[in-house]
């Protein structure tokens, strides 16, 4: 992980002297775990600690350990910038955990950019340096009041059931299906539709115009038949025993979820967030087609991505995070010029959906965009502007109509598939086996 900005050292100092917490260590028969903070604000690291210690710690399974007392902190701060500091060195980290009789090792970086934080977590095993938990979590902002959500939902991931550690997890809240994988994508400027590379636009594509889009970050994958049961069984009315008929799924559980309607999937975005400890950022109200969604932006959780997102991400575009122009890879389809490398069309699909992540990810590793299945993101359908924007999220108003982009397993990919094709037309409440959705975070 490349580190370009000062970094703050800081762990907690659990315990008394050094001699006695080895001997407390060895006495309880648990492993010892050290916690060790990089980040890149210095008025976050304390109390982020602090709440680590609480949530890792809740179910009595390891017995912490102090690296800021003789020499440890020197020493650990030292194994980590092993190789020049640009990236965590695993082995390095983990013989300083063997020669300090430390097992499992927490290290969290905090990499700012402008005022978001993406904080990314590993728990590494010493005896033989591999990475046992990993978890990642994005904030904005730079009090310490969130923390406590940051804490709670990273060590959620670290200690999830899927993870390999040498000890017995702890008993978590919610199914490893929950862990979703996301992308971070620092946002910037773009030029959004019927760009020159783009060959045969259609008139829902025009005209070009500029768009800025704030830091996010996008799912890895489309949303998976496995994850949309964790979340789904029981909720409007579905169940354990119906939940996959209802929405025709295959018998493979990473094909993307499908068939599901607009305010089906921002039901589950809400549903996700709830279970994970975030916030619910919809509000939706009615029945039917009468059903309206209120987007709270300054609510922090899961959601849908807006059309300008997604093909920022789509298009493999990367700022540094401010309003200047971002890179993109001016590619016809989302990583490739080839649409065989990068998605699933009706040329090469056997007319069937596929399991995620199967074809090359464009650049910012996020897979699928260029077909398998269609993609609800939030705005609504209408014509571009050619009006600069910052952050838009569609028409307002009253129409039913929601945005698809993506294209699908069923549909050319010429016309479909490329990185500003759309689908405006599709009413929200409308559902096809062809159609899912991949979640974005603030």
Same mark, same amino acid.
């Given at each position: ?51 680590? +210690? ?7 399974? &390891? ?44 290290? /969290?970086?905090?990499? $700012? ?6 904080? &990314? ?93 704030? #830091? ?34 295959? !018998? ?8 599901? !309607?607009?305010?089906?999937? $921002? ?8 279970? $994970? ?68 069309? #009706? ?29 609800? /993101? &939030?705005? +609504? ?29 069923? &549909? ?8 500003? #094709?759309?689908?405006? #037309?599709?009413?929200?409440? !409308? ?12």
């Amino acid at each position: 992980m490349k580190q370009n900005y000062k970094l703050y050292f800081a762990a907690l100092l659990l315990v008394g002297a050094t001699g006695m917490m080895t001997a407390g260590a060895q006495g309880s028969g648990k492993p010892t775990l050290a916690v060790f903070v990089v980040g890149g604000d210095n008025s976050l690291v304390t109390p982020l600690t602090a709440a680590l +210690r609480t949530n890792l710690t809740s179910g009595g399974q &390891y017995t912490l350990t102090s690296v800021s007392t003789s020499g440890k902190f020197t020493e650990l701060q030292a194994a980590y910038t092993a190789g020049g500091g640009s990236s965590i060195n695993r082995d390095a980290l983990a013989a300083w955990g063997q020669t300090n009789s430390i097992s499992t090792i927490c290290l /969290v970086v905090d990499d $700012v950019k402008g005022s978001d934080h993406m904080f &990314y977590a590993h728990l590494i095993d010493a005896k033989d340096s591999k990475l046992s938990g990993k978890g990642s979590y994005v904030r904005t902002g730079v009090s310490s009041d969130e923390l406590s959500r940051v804490a709670l939902a990273l060590a959620k991931q670290l200690d999830g059931s899927g993870r390999r550690r040498s000890t017995p997890a702890p008993t978590r809240s919610y199914p490893a299906e929950l862990d979703i994988e996301m992308v971070r994508v620092e946002g910037g400027r773009f030029t959004m539709g019927c760009t020159a590379e783009q060959v045969g636009c259609l008139a829902s594509e025009k005209p070009t115009h500029i768009v800025t889009v704030s #830091s996010f970050s996008m799912g890895k994958f489309e949303v998976t038949q496995a994850q949309w049961k964790a979340v789904m069984t029981g909720v409007a009315g579905t169940s354990a025993a119906n939940v996959g008929e209802i929405y025709s799924f295959k !018998d493979d559980d990473q094909h993307p979820a499908q068939n599901m !309607d607009w305010f089906e999937a $921002v039901t589950f975005c809400n549903e996700l967030s709830r279970r $994970v400890g975030l916030e619910e950022v919809y509000t939706i109200t009615g029945t039917g087609t009468s059903k309206t969604v209120t987007w709270d932006m300054t609510k922090k959780g899961y959601r849908l991505p807006t059309e300008a997102e997604w093909e920022y991400a789509a298009r493999g575009c990367q700022g540094d995070g401010s309003v200047s122009d971002a890179t993109c890879e001016n590619l016809l389809y989302s990583g490739s010029n080839d649409p065989d490398e990068v998605g699933w069309h #009706s040329g090469n699909s056997g007319k069937t959906v596929h399991p995620v992540g199967q074809k090359k990810p464009n650049k910012l590793g996020i897979y699928d965009m260029s077909g398998n299945v269609w993609e609800w /993101v &939030y705005d +609504r359908g209408g014509s571009y502007s050619s009006t600069a924007a910052t952050n838009p999220t569609g028409p307002t108003g009253s129409g039913s109509n929601r945005v698809l982009r993506g294209s699908c397993w069923l &549909y050319g990919i010429v016309n479909w598939g490329r990185v500003s #094709s759309r689908e405006i #037309s599709i009413a929200a409440s !409308d559902r096809l086996t062809n159609r899912g959705f991949r979640l974005a975070l603030p």
